[in-house]
């Protein structure tokens, strides 16, 4: 099967992939960013777990307000005292933020609209309800509610989150193992002279940055001349070791582009080849038990195009994510697209206040447009000039 797919189609095909996630494992809470959870964690306590003061400032009875009694402040109660007075009609507490409210006590007045004087309590004119200035027990989150549902993606204010319950430990789905393959006779590596004919080999060191920032550290990164004998070798052995083969490079159908022979020789079921986009057409998709493959094209910018659009949602897939493509929005274009031909093309561009522009240099060997993006654009559809002003779908990078 070497039709053309469509994109849709393609992501389809992934998306039906992820049947299982990766095993579940329990990580250190402080360890656990990028993790996504494996199981659904209830509240073990109230949060806050007592009542307290929102503010620096005085703790009485709202009704002596009212009445216009005379207030004596006659107590101060610092955060993390727990030997509380119970305060009478007509007594404040100089209190603090985060201190326990004393029985007595039904508002906080903050310190910038009150003055002391002689120990009694003058308070500005203004505003106030019983209940100002008052965290409530249990008014962010109540024992037994549900504070994080599985699959949810652990970020730093996830953990925060967690960390006020005095949650130690999570369980989370683990990583992919991840391994990349980089073909080609002309690549050399950085740092060794360049002769007539080579160029920088600059695949692997890309990738290997787009998973570091997944928080996934790569396997190993194997350099393979084109020889169909020795990628053949390389893609049998190293499948078996990871959860996800990527490979770059000797995949379209030129006289020494192997990898797609050698796949078939490796036994790899072909999920797809091929599909209907521009960069990146010649995209291979398989699978060999519960080992899978990608092989990119060789061009730098097709290489983390494919990765973006593709790749990566299908690793966050794995672990723990569950709505995979799910993560674009519409933007206004602030510049004419003349759209050339009837593929759906992903376009380097930048992204701000909604709106986004198309950078220069577009060419799948060109890597300056990248450098100055932060999104990938995606225009399907007949040829056709697409206006500024325009609504296009954008994919954050």
């Not at 990028?34 to 073990?44: C, G, L």
């Not at 740092?191 to 290997?208: A, C, F």
Request: a neutral charge; one cysteine or more.
């Amino acid at each position: 099967m070497n039709k053309f797919i469509t994109v849709s189609e393609a992501r389809t095909l992934i998306s039906n992939e992820i049947r299982t996630k990766c095993p579940i494992r329990e990580k250190n809470l402080s360890d656990s960013l990028h993790s996504y959870t494996a199981k659904q964690i209830y509240a073990p306590i109230d949060v806050p777990n007592f009542t307290n003061s929102a503010m620096d400032g005085y703790a009485f009875c709202y009704q002596d307000w009212v009445d216009k009694n005379e207030i004596t402040v006659k107590y101060v109660i610092q955060a993390g005292q727990t030997d509380l007075p119970i305060l009478k009609r007509g007594e404040a507490a100089r209190i603090f933020t985060g201190a326990m409210i004393p029985i007595g006590a039904d508002i906080v007045v903050m310190q910038e609209k009150a003055v002391v004087e002689n120990n009694k309590l003058l308070i500005q004119k203004g505003e106030f309800q019983e209940g100002d200035n008052i965290r409530p027990q249990g008014s962010q989150t109540k024992m037994r509610e549900l504070v994080a549902a599985e699959n949810t993606l652990i970020t730093p204010g996830v953990i925060g989150m967690l960390a006020g319950f005095g949650i130690e430990k999570v369980h989370v789905f683990s990583s992919p193992k991840i391994g990349i393959i980089v073909t080609g006779n002309e690549l050399v590596t950085a740092g060794t002279p360049l002769k007539k004919g080579q160029i920088y080999e600059s695949n692997s060191i890309t990738l290997q940055s787009a998973l570091k920032e997944m928080d996934i550290s790569v396997e190993f990164i194997v350099k393979v001349s084109d020889d169909k004998e020795k990628t053949f070798h390389e893609i049998q052995t190293r499948i078996a070791e990871v959860d996800v083969l990527l490979l770059t490079g000797g995949i379209s159908v030129g006289d020494y582009d192997y990898v797609k022979e050698s796949l078939e020789r490796a036994e790899i079921h072909q999920l797809f080849y091929k599909i209907q986009q521009k960069p990146g057409k010649p995209l291979y998709f398989g699978k060999k038990e519960q080992h899978y493959v990608f092989a990119l094209p060789g061009n730098p910018a097709s290489v983390l195009t494919c990765f973006y659009q593709y790749v990566r949602p299908f690793i966050k897939g794995l672990k723990g994510e569950n709505h995979i493509f799910n993560s674009y929005e519409d933007a206004k274009l602030i510049n004419d697209f003349n759209k050339k031909n009837k593929l759906t093309n992903f376009l380097k561009g930048h992204l701000e206040n909604g709106e986004v522009s198309i950078t220069s240099s577009q060419e799948s060997y060109k890597m300056n447009s990248f450098s100055s993006a932060n999104c990938i654009v995606e225009i399907s559809g007949e040829e056709r000039m697409i206006r500024q002003g325009e609504k296009v779908t954008v994919w954050r990078i």
